[in-house]
């Protein structure tokens, strides 16, 4: 073989490792990427805080947040448990406990968050005692959530319950209906829909939000906040086996920062309450 030859085919080896090198430095690259991708499920379209804030703060440190979006109560639960998902941040312990119950214990909170009063509104009244006799009302149709609006509307009194201490009441526990309200339960997305064909609804505050409906100035009455709003305080939930992962701490650390707050503040006008 000549000296030419023998040149070419040397150049044409280096050419081949260059394109292998960069081949590996690029997934390389990929992979820790990857690795430091995180998937929290979230329910709705109003994360403004998560968009503006927590993952441009997270992105700095290295950590990627991927949003993975659900529309109901019921799924976000199911994809942690299965490893679909990292962390959810959508539910209060109430919902949690009620989840872990039939999935041994499952999931774990890793933070707090914010604490989201739920709101009854109506197209047909302006106050509570307006709402028409024979009116239809809607809930949210998971067991924790129809809870919360049935105890809602008796902080309304609107109804009045009878149950046992420690369980989630039913449509089956109420015990004097002055008004003799229909109770309805629907998805949880549903219920902002239902508004214009019913009396009242009970919707949760991001399913507001993404109606165009703001509960301080939309809503007919707001849900208590006292010692017993702890059950629906907002978490970040993981997997009870990694709850104490490094980086989903770095993610509610970054989540319960002054400059979140001052966003929820200037978003939400009152209607999100932070826990910090």
């Not at 030859?5 to 990857?34: F, P, T, Y």
């Not at 379209?45 to 441009?56: C, L, R, T």
């Not at 703060?57 to 659900?70: A, D, H, P, R, S």
């Not at 809503?219 to 993981?238: F, L, M, R, T």
Request: a neutral charge; aromatic letters at 6%; one cysteine or more.
């Amino acid at each position: 073989m000549t000296f030419k030859a023998i040149s070419k085919l040397k150049k044409a080896a280096a050419a081949v490792l260059a394109v292998a090198a960069l081949v590996g430095v690029s997934a390389c690259g990929n992979s820790a990427s990857a690795a430091n991708t995180i998937k929290v499920g979230v329910v709705g379209d109003s994360n403004e805080v998560w968009e503006q804030s927590v993952i441009p703060t997270l992105k700095k440190e290295g950590i990627n947040i991927e949003l993975v979006k659900f529309s109901d109560y019921i799924q976000p639960n199911e994809a942690l448990a299965k490893g679909d998902i990292d962390l959810n941040a959508y539910q209060g312990y109430i919902l949690m406990d009620d989840f872990n119950k039939t999935h041994d214990n499952a999931l774990a909170a890793v933070g707090e968050t914010v604490l989201n009063p739920i709101s009854l509104y109506s197209d047909k009244a302006k106050k509570v005692s307006d709402i028409p006799k024979g009116s239809e009302v809607t809930i949210a149709n998971d067991d924790v959530n129809a809870a919360r609006g049935l105890l809602l509307l008796q902080s309304a009194g609107l109804i009045k319950l009878d149950y046992k201490e420690g369980t989630n009441p039913t449509p089956d526990d109420i015990v004097s209906n002055p008004k003799n309200l229909k109770i309805t339960e629907l998805e949880a997305s549903q219920t902002a829909r239902s508004l214009p064909d019913v009396g009242a609804s009970v919707i949760n505050v991001f399913m507001a939000l993404d109606a165009g409906l703001n509960p301080k100035s939309d809503a007919i009455y707001i849900e208590p906040v006292n010692e017993q709003s702890k059950p629906y305080y907002n978490i970040i939930v993981s997997r009870a086996k990694d709850k104490d992962n490094a980086n989903y701490k770095k993610v509610v650390e970054a989540y319960r920062s002054d400059d979140v707050k001052k966003l929820i503040n200037k978003l939400y006008k009152g209607a999100v309450i932070p826990l910090w």
